[in-house]
């Protein structure tokens, strides 16, 4: 998947803060499909997440925070001025990222084919 690694420098953080995020945003999407939903926006795909998995307990609800967390994110990133992104904060959060693919992934396999 992502591999902390190739990444070094400032900007590096950001593209991998932002590969995360693509990561997640697909894999819930990609779940998604399986109950024959689909949604083109971050907050309604957020919405339907914890609507439909970590409230009903089919996705932890660190899994849930971990989106969130990057979410919150994006949109100060997206909307703030002179947002700095620092290695310390996003490094750790590709463990995250990882875990929540792969719980996602599982859920994938177990539910079949839309």
Do not use: N
């Amino acid at each position: 998947m992502l591999s902390v690694e190739a990444w070094q420098g400032p900007e590096a953080d950001k593209a991998l803060l932002d590969r995360c995020r693509q990561a997640i945003r697909r894999a819930v999407s990609a779940l998604l499909v399986t109950r024959g939903i689909s949604t083109s926006t971050h907050g309604h795909l957020r919405a339907l997440l914890h609507r439909d998995f970590v409230k009903t307990g089919l996705i932890p609800t660190e899994l849930g925070r971990h989106f969130d967390r990057l979410f919150s994110d994006r949109q100060e990133g997206d909307y703030a001025d002179f947002v700095v992104v620092k290695a310390d904060e996003v490094r750790p959060w590709l463990a995250e990222t990882t875990a929540f693919v792969d719980y996602l992934d599982g859920l994938i396999a177990r539910s079949g084919p839309p």
